[in-house]
């Protein structure tokens, strides 16, 4: 087995999710080294008796037993130290077994999310990575949802519960890639699915609080310059691969998904003055904004792939 060194930075795209010789589950070792709170069997300090903790490595253990082992984690960076072993962590579980769900170059996976600190409910999604660019995605299937559990009652039980809802769905989640690269987009639809991602990650963050004609008014301001100003929404269709250069959904949905949650992309624009200025867009690093970013992205596929008539 290949050695691996591993850090706890940006660790949700550990090599060990890799499709090659390395590919292999995290050991506990590894996982205490990337992110301890998953080993947090009590409650936050702050947190009164009726929370009830979820103990992670718990989940993880009895999830094991059905094939499902974590390839990839990362833990939130706690603002209150003393919150630290009980923060938020997100886990990729993937089928290592010879039973591994994949269609194409995507492979489904469960990506569970959990805090013992009160800042998050335990969540649990359907996901898919996609081996091309070795890319993780976050789905939000319709008929699923996203299954949320409050820290209150049997809560370790009700997990385990709905893990095995969430692999029922496994499946029909892996089809979508296929259902979607049958569906051929105009060029304006894409694009109109490119600005739509371009003003929420460039824009609508800037317009939380506001009232709706403040909204309006920011909403055409913050358009103007910045990242918002020198990353323009067609520059979301650019592929960075030749091998992502098709005009179907899926693929369109993939770069678009790429550009944004990697960034990287670069251009001039002006500041809030007026002044000409070189922007690059930044990764998105936070674990939630990456699990919301990517639902958001993934209904606005589903809404396009509804009206085109690739219903599941």
């Known amino acids: 087995m290949a050695t691996t060194t591993l850090t706890r930075e940006g660790t949700i795209y550990t090599s060990t999710a890799r499709f090659d010789s390395d590919q292999r589950a995290l050991t506990e070792k590894e996982l205490k080294l990337l992110a301890p709170s998953i080993f947090a069997r009590e409650a936050h300090e702050s947190r009164s008796e009726r929370f009830a903790p979820i103990p992670t490595i718990e989940v993880l253990r009895h999830i094991a037993k059905e094939g499902f082992v974590p390839v990839g984690v990362k833990e939130s960076t706690a603002r209150d130290p003393g919150k630290a072993p009980f923060t938020k962590h997100l886990i990729r579980l993937r089928r290592l077994d010879g039973q591994q769900r994949q269609v194409g170059d995507t492979v489904f996976e469960m990506l569970m999310k959990n805090a013992n600190d009160g800042s998050a409910a335990y969540h649990l999604l359907a996901g898919l990575w996609r081996i091309r660019c070795m890319n993780s995605l976050v789905t939000q299937d319709r008929k699923l949802g996203e299954v949320a559990i409050r820290h209150t009652g049997d809560a370790p ?27 051929e987009l105009k060029e304006i639809e894409r694009l109109n699915f490119a600005k739509k ?75 809030s003055v007026g002044r000409a200025c070189n922007y690059t867009s930044r990764p998105v690093k936070s674990i939630d904004a990456d699990v919301t970013m990517n639902t958001f992205l993934w209904g606005l596929a589903d809404e396009l792939a509804t009206k085109k008539g690739a219903l599941v």
Do not use: C
């Open 157 to 183: 039980k009700e997990v385990l519960e709905a893990s095995f809802k969430v692999l029922e769905r496994a499946d029909t989640t892996l089809q979508t890639a296929a259902r979607w690269g049958k569906v």
């Open 197 to 271: 991602a371009h003003k929420r990650a460039f824009i609508d963050k800037h317009l939380k609080g506001l009232s709706p004609d403040d909204r309006a008014k920011a909403d055409v301001t913050r358009a103007t310059y910045g990242v918002a100003s020198a990353v323009k929404p067609a520059m979301l269709l650019e592929a960075r691969r030749d091998g992502d250069k098709g005009t179907d959904l899926w693929t369109t949905f993939n770069v678009i998904q790429e550009n944004v949650i990697k960034g990287g992309q670069s251009g001039y624009g002006h500041d």
